[in-house]
């Protein structure tokens, strides 16, 4: 019998729990489908026709390379040995001696102020290689996450140098210190799943890099309509689904508190999706698709930080604030409020997971169930307000910390980017869209109002060029 499929030893070890390492690798292919997919799928369905294949080709391209990186220097940046406070030393994740070994965060051990032992260091039962793969689809979604805000303007060039290092000197310092092991990890700040690490920095950073690049052209500012609802629906589809493998695989185990967050984490989706569409049709009149699925998706971010550690009463409470607070946010702050009638944020991204992301970190801390935060989090006791603990705190500060660096970080990129290569588009390839970028269309179709270039298509022209008429073309009707 081959070593691989002997019952112990070989590729089987004695610390092996393979209903753990089983159900973290599906996990990590669900958050993956959640982006490729997904994604994917409702970034170029959501947007304007003539941006349809850039923006899902932001996406599509952000996954791809922050595998490379991750591997090659930034997980052990995010979860390996302590450099400072906020920061891992970084090496890369590739050999068979490392991705072999037991899964191990060095620098999770917790000790109490006279040190002793508090919680021993996080050794889940499955190998490092799960771990660094896991770990990664989250790295992946962040950057495609903080994309929704620049769709539409940003040069691709530009993003492909932005991707590097924004996940080098952003998304490494928030991970390493709320998960693996930094200075608000041991302090107690509460991020059950990404709801400060992915969510609240995605949503800061991408309205910071949307100020540097500058809007959308004025057209597209004023109609935007997606190219697609049905297929937005399916990439949000997808997103939803893919939630239970984003909020439980985060215990790094398929136990209790697993089932816990993924029953939370539908139970605050569905209740945020029927708030938002409740309040469009008290306000608007109307029930909108795509309402619907920002009320899923705010949902979606704000149980996040709380998914395992809350019971499912909060988790209807939290629904029913992250479908109006972002609500609020968007379709009246965001009309009133200069700042960000000036920044040109392509999908909202600020209010669907930085304003959802922040409301359910400082949520997080006031219905954090004890006997939940005992099973999952490395400071004994912690609580919520209502159960008579300070947590709040503590999330609030947390929540300003990765505000306040991600405001920085990200600017100095952009800036730094910009002495290379312009952030924004050339206003030639802002009117034309996909094919003047890309050489490419998402659809065999032409028209929703962009400018035609003649020297992009195949057409024949008609001897009467005055009245712009010309034949169609292959299997292209022009009307």
């Not at 100020?211 to 109609?223: F, L, S």
């Amino acid at each position: 019998m081959a070593t691989a499929y002997q019952p112990t030893g070989g590729a089987v070890p004695d610390w092996l729990n393979k209903g753990d390492n089983a159900w973290q690798m599906i996990s990590a292919t669900l958050v993956g489908l959640q982006s490729v997919p997904g994604l994917v799928i409702l970034y170029g369905s959501v947007v304007k026709k003539k941006w349809a294949v850039n923006s899902a080709f932001m996406a599509l391209y952000a996954f791809a390379a922050v595998v490379l990186c991750w591997v090659s220097w930034a997980y052990k940046m995010s979860f390996g040995d302590k450099l400072l406070p906020f920061w891992g030393k970084a090496g890369p994740a590739l050999g068979q001696k490392f991705l072999l070994k037991q899964a191990a965060l060095t620098a999770t051990t917790q000790y109490h102020a006279n040190g002793e032992l508090e919680t021993p260091m996080a050794t889940p039962w499955y190998p490092m290689a799960t771990m660094v793969w896991f770990q990664c689809v989250f790295a992946t979604i962040t950057l495609i996450l903080l994309a929704g805000s620049v769709l539409g303007r940003m040069n691709f060039k530009a993003w492909m140098m932005f991707v590097p290092l924004w996940l080098t000197f952003s998304y490494t310092i928030g991970a390493f210190s709320l998960w693996g092991g930094g200075f608000l990890f041991h302090w107690g700040v509460m991020d059950y799943s990404g709801g400060y690490v992915i969510h609240l920095s995605s949503g800061v950073a991408g309205f910071t890099t949307a100020y540097w690049v500058g809007p959308r052209v004025k057209k597209d500012r004023e109609r935007f309509p997606p190219n697609n609802v049905l297929l937005t629906l399916a990439g949000a589809g997808l997103l939803w689904m893919g939630w239970a493998g984003f909020n439980g695989g985060d215990p790094y185990s398929a136990n209790t508190d697993s089932s816990m967050a993924v029953l939370n984490t539908n139970i605050c989706a569905a209740t945020s999706l029927l708030v938002w569409t409740w309040l469009d049709v008290i306000f608007f009149n109307k029930p909108s698709v795509i309402g619907a699925v920002q009320g899923m998706i705010t949902g979606l971010v704000c149980i996040t930080p709380a998914a395992g550690l809350v019971q499912g009463w909060a988790a209807i409470v939290m629904g029913v604030l992250s479908g109006s607070v972002p609500w609020f946010t968007m379709m009246i702050v965001d009309k009133r409020w200069r700042l960000l009638t000036e920044v040109d944020d392509t999908l909202g991204v600020v209010h669907t997971h930085a304003v959802a992301g922040f409301l359910g970190g400082i949520l997080t801390g006031i219905f954090a169930e004890p006997q939940l935060c005992a099973l999952f989090l490395p400071v004994t006791n912690s609580r919520g307000v209502v159960y008579g603990g300070i947590q709040v705190f503590k999330q609030i500060v947390g929540g300003l910390f990765i505000i306040g660096w991600n405001i920085v970080v990200t600017s100095i990129i952009c800036i730094a980017i910009r002495f290379v290569i312009p952030l924004r588009m050339p206003e030639e390839q802002l009117l034309i869209g996909d094919d003047a970028v890309h050489g490419e269309e998402a659809y065999a179709l032409w028209g929703d109002g962009e400018l035609y270039d003649v020297t992009k298509h195949e057409q024949n022209y008609s001897d009467d060029h005055t009245q712009g008429k010309f034949a169609s073309s292959g299997a292209t009707q022009v009307v």
